[in-house]
């Protein structure tokens, strides 16, 4: 009876010192499961055709619709082509500016009346896109699309852009 009681008590202290050293990085593999990535792009995509404004000296604007609460909008890609310039193409220091209200957010290049670029701009919520070119062509027709992600911000996970 004492060596059946000695055989248990030796098989839970050995169980008991198994667990000490096992049981964290098992609780740390199932806690890693939990947690999510709201920073994933692939998360909520997001692509916007802007609709275009062209003025009397044929500068534009389009404007996309404001970014939703809690979130943040990155773009990573801008496509565009602006037909019909009376003067023929733009010169390659003709630009697609991008702004949230007053604040310049970024620029795309435009190249013989085409954009087409990777890059990384960023609108908080409630702002609202808008890209500007002021180019003195008299456009007939232009469209730009807006290509990237928005990131969930409902939990405080954003920091604010520095304007």
């Known amino acids: 009876m004492k060596n059946k ?42 692509t916007a055709a ?10 534009f604007a389009a404007t996309a619709p404001a970014v939703p609460q809690n ?5 990573t890609f801008v496509s565009g082509d602006f037909g019909g310039a009376s003067s023929g193409n733009l010169t390659p220091l003709n630009d697609l500016l991008f702004y949230a209200g007053s604040t310049l957010r970024g620029v795309a290049l435009i190249h013989e009346n085409q954009v087409s670029q990777s890059t990384q701009i960023y609108f908080n919520a409630g702002e609202i896109p808008v890209a500007v070119s002021l180019a003195s062509n008299n456009f007939t027709g232009a469209h730009v699309v807006l290509s990237g992600y928005l990131l969930d911000c409902s939990a405080a996970a954003c920091a604010p852009l520095a304007p």
């Open 71 to 75: 979130k943040r909008l990155v773009i």
């Open 50 to 59: 802007l609709p275009i404004s062209i003025n009397a000296g044929g500068n």
């Open 5 to 46: 009681l000695l055989t248990l008590a030796g098989a839970l202290a050995l169980l008991a010192l198994l667990g000490h050293f096992y049981a964290k990085p098992l609780l740390a593999q199932v806690r890693a499961a939990l947690i999510s990535n709201i920073d994933e792009p692939g998360r909520i995509p997001y």
